[in-house]
């Protein structure tokens, strides 16, 4: 059996946020999972989440172009418009010469976003990216709050949406679930880079989104960059081995 290195709690104390100021150009996924893998509970995240994994969530955020997440993840956690603060702000204009948080790309097959949702109200326009047939029947009224991106004629096909996001300078990808989005961008091999927030909870049998279309036909191998600990949470980062050819 090889050696192994022991991951301690001591009392050596880091910065977490700088751990994660240089995304990949790609896709970076931040999730969280209880320890029997559960990735929310009662369909929320907040229940497995700590505050820790909040500020890194924002921090995240702070470094992406633009915020992907799946339509039933917004439903589920009200998201509003990406919040920065002062320094997140004055980091991201010196760095990248921008000026304003980075936008919500909200990815929906039905077009099922509540007009109503807190995502509307004010700060960055949103970005739906659905269906043509979607964008036919309801793109006029969804086109009032939000850009409508098609990338896909009745299912929202990932090349496309990528493909889409590129073409608005969105290099840096932060996608935040929830599990179908993130099943997508497996199977079609566009995960860069993985953020796993792991908890210290059990949080027993959960109901799953219906996941249908291609599986992935090997398991994919990413690289540890980094782990970190606090009140028993563990904080992983996951990169690709190789960049992509």
């Known amino acids: 059996m090889p050696q192994m290195r022991k991951l301690s709690s001591g009392a050596d104390e880091v910065s977490a946020e700088e751990f994660y100021r240089d995304p990949p150009d790609g896709v970076r996924v931040n999730m969280v999972a209880s320890l029997d893998g559960a990735a929310a509970f009662g369909g929320r995240v907040r229940p497995l989440s700590d505050p820790v994994d909040h500020q890194l969530l924002r921090a995240m955020r702070a470094y992406a172009d633009v915020v992907l997440v799946g339509a039933g993840t917004v439903r589920a956690e ?42 509307f109200a004010g700060g960055v326009r949103p970005i739906v990216v659905t269906t043509r047939r979607v964008a036919e029947t309801r793109g006029a009224a969804l086109g009032e709050s939000a850009d409508i991106v098609v990338a896909g004629d009745d299912s929202v ?73 606090n009140d028993d949470f563990l904080y992983l980062r996951y990169g690709r081995r190789t960049q992509r050819g």
């Open 157 to 229: 096909e990932m090349p496309a949406l990528m493909a889409a996001l590129r073409d608005r300078g969105f290099g840096r990808i932060l996608c935040e679930g929830g599990p179908t989005l993130l099943h997508d961008l497996v199977t079609h091999d566009l995960v860069d880079e993985m953020c796993l927030t792991l908890a210290p909870r059990l949080a027993g049998p959960q109901t799953l989104p219906a996941s249908s279309g291609p599986t992935v036909q090997a398991p994919r191998t990413l690289s540890l960059e980094h782990a970190l600990i």
């Open 78 to 119: 009200t998201y509003g418009p990406v919040q920065l603060t002062e320094e997140q702000a004055r980091y991201r204009l010196e760095r990248w010469g921008l000026d304003t948080p980075p936008p919500i790309a909200v990815v929906t097959r039905t077009g099922n976003v509540p007009p109503g949702s807190p995502l």
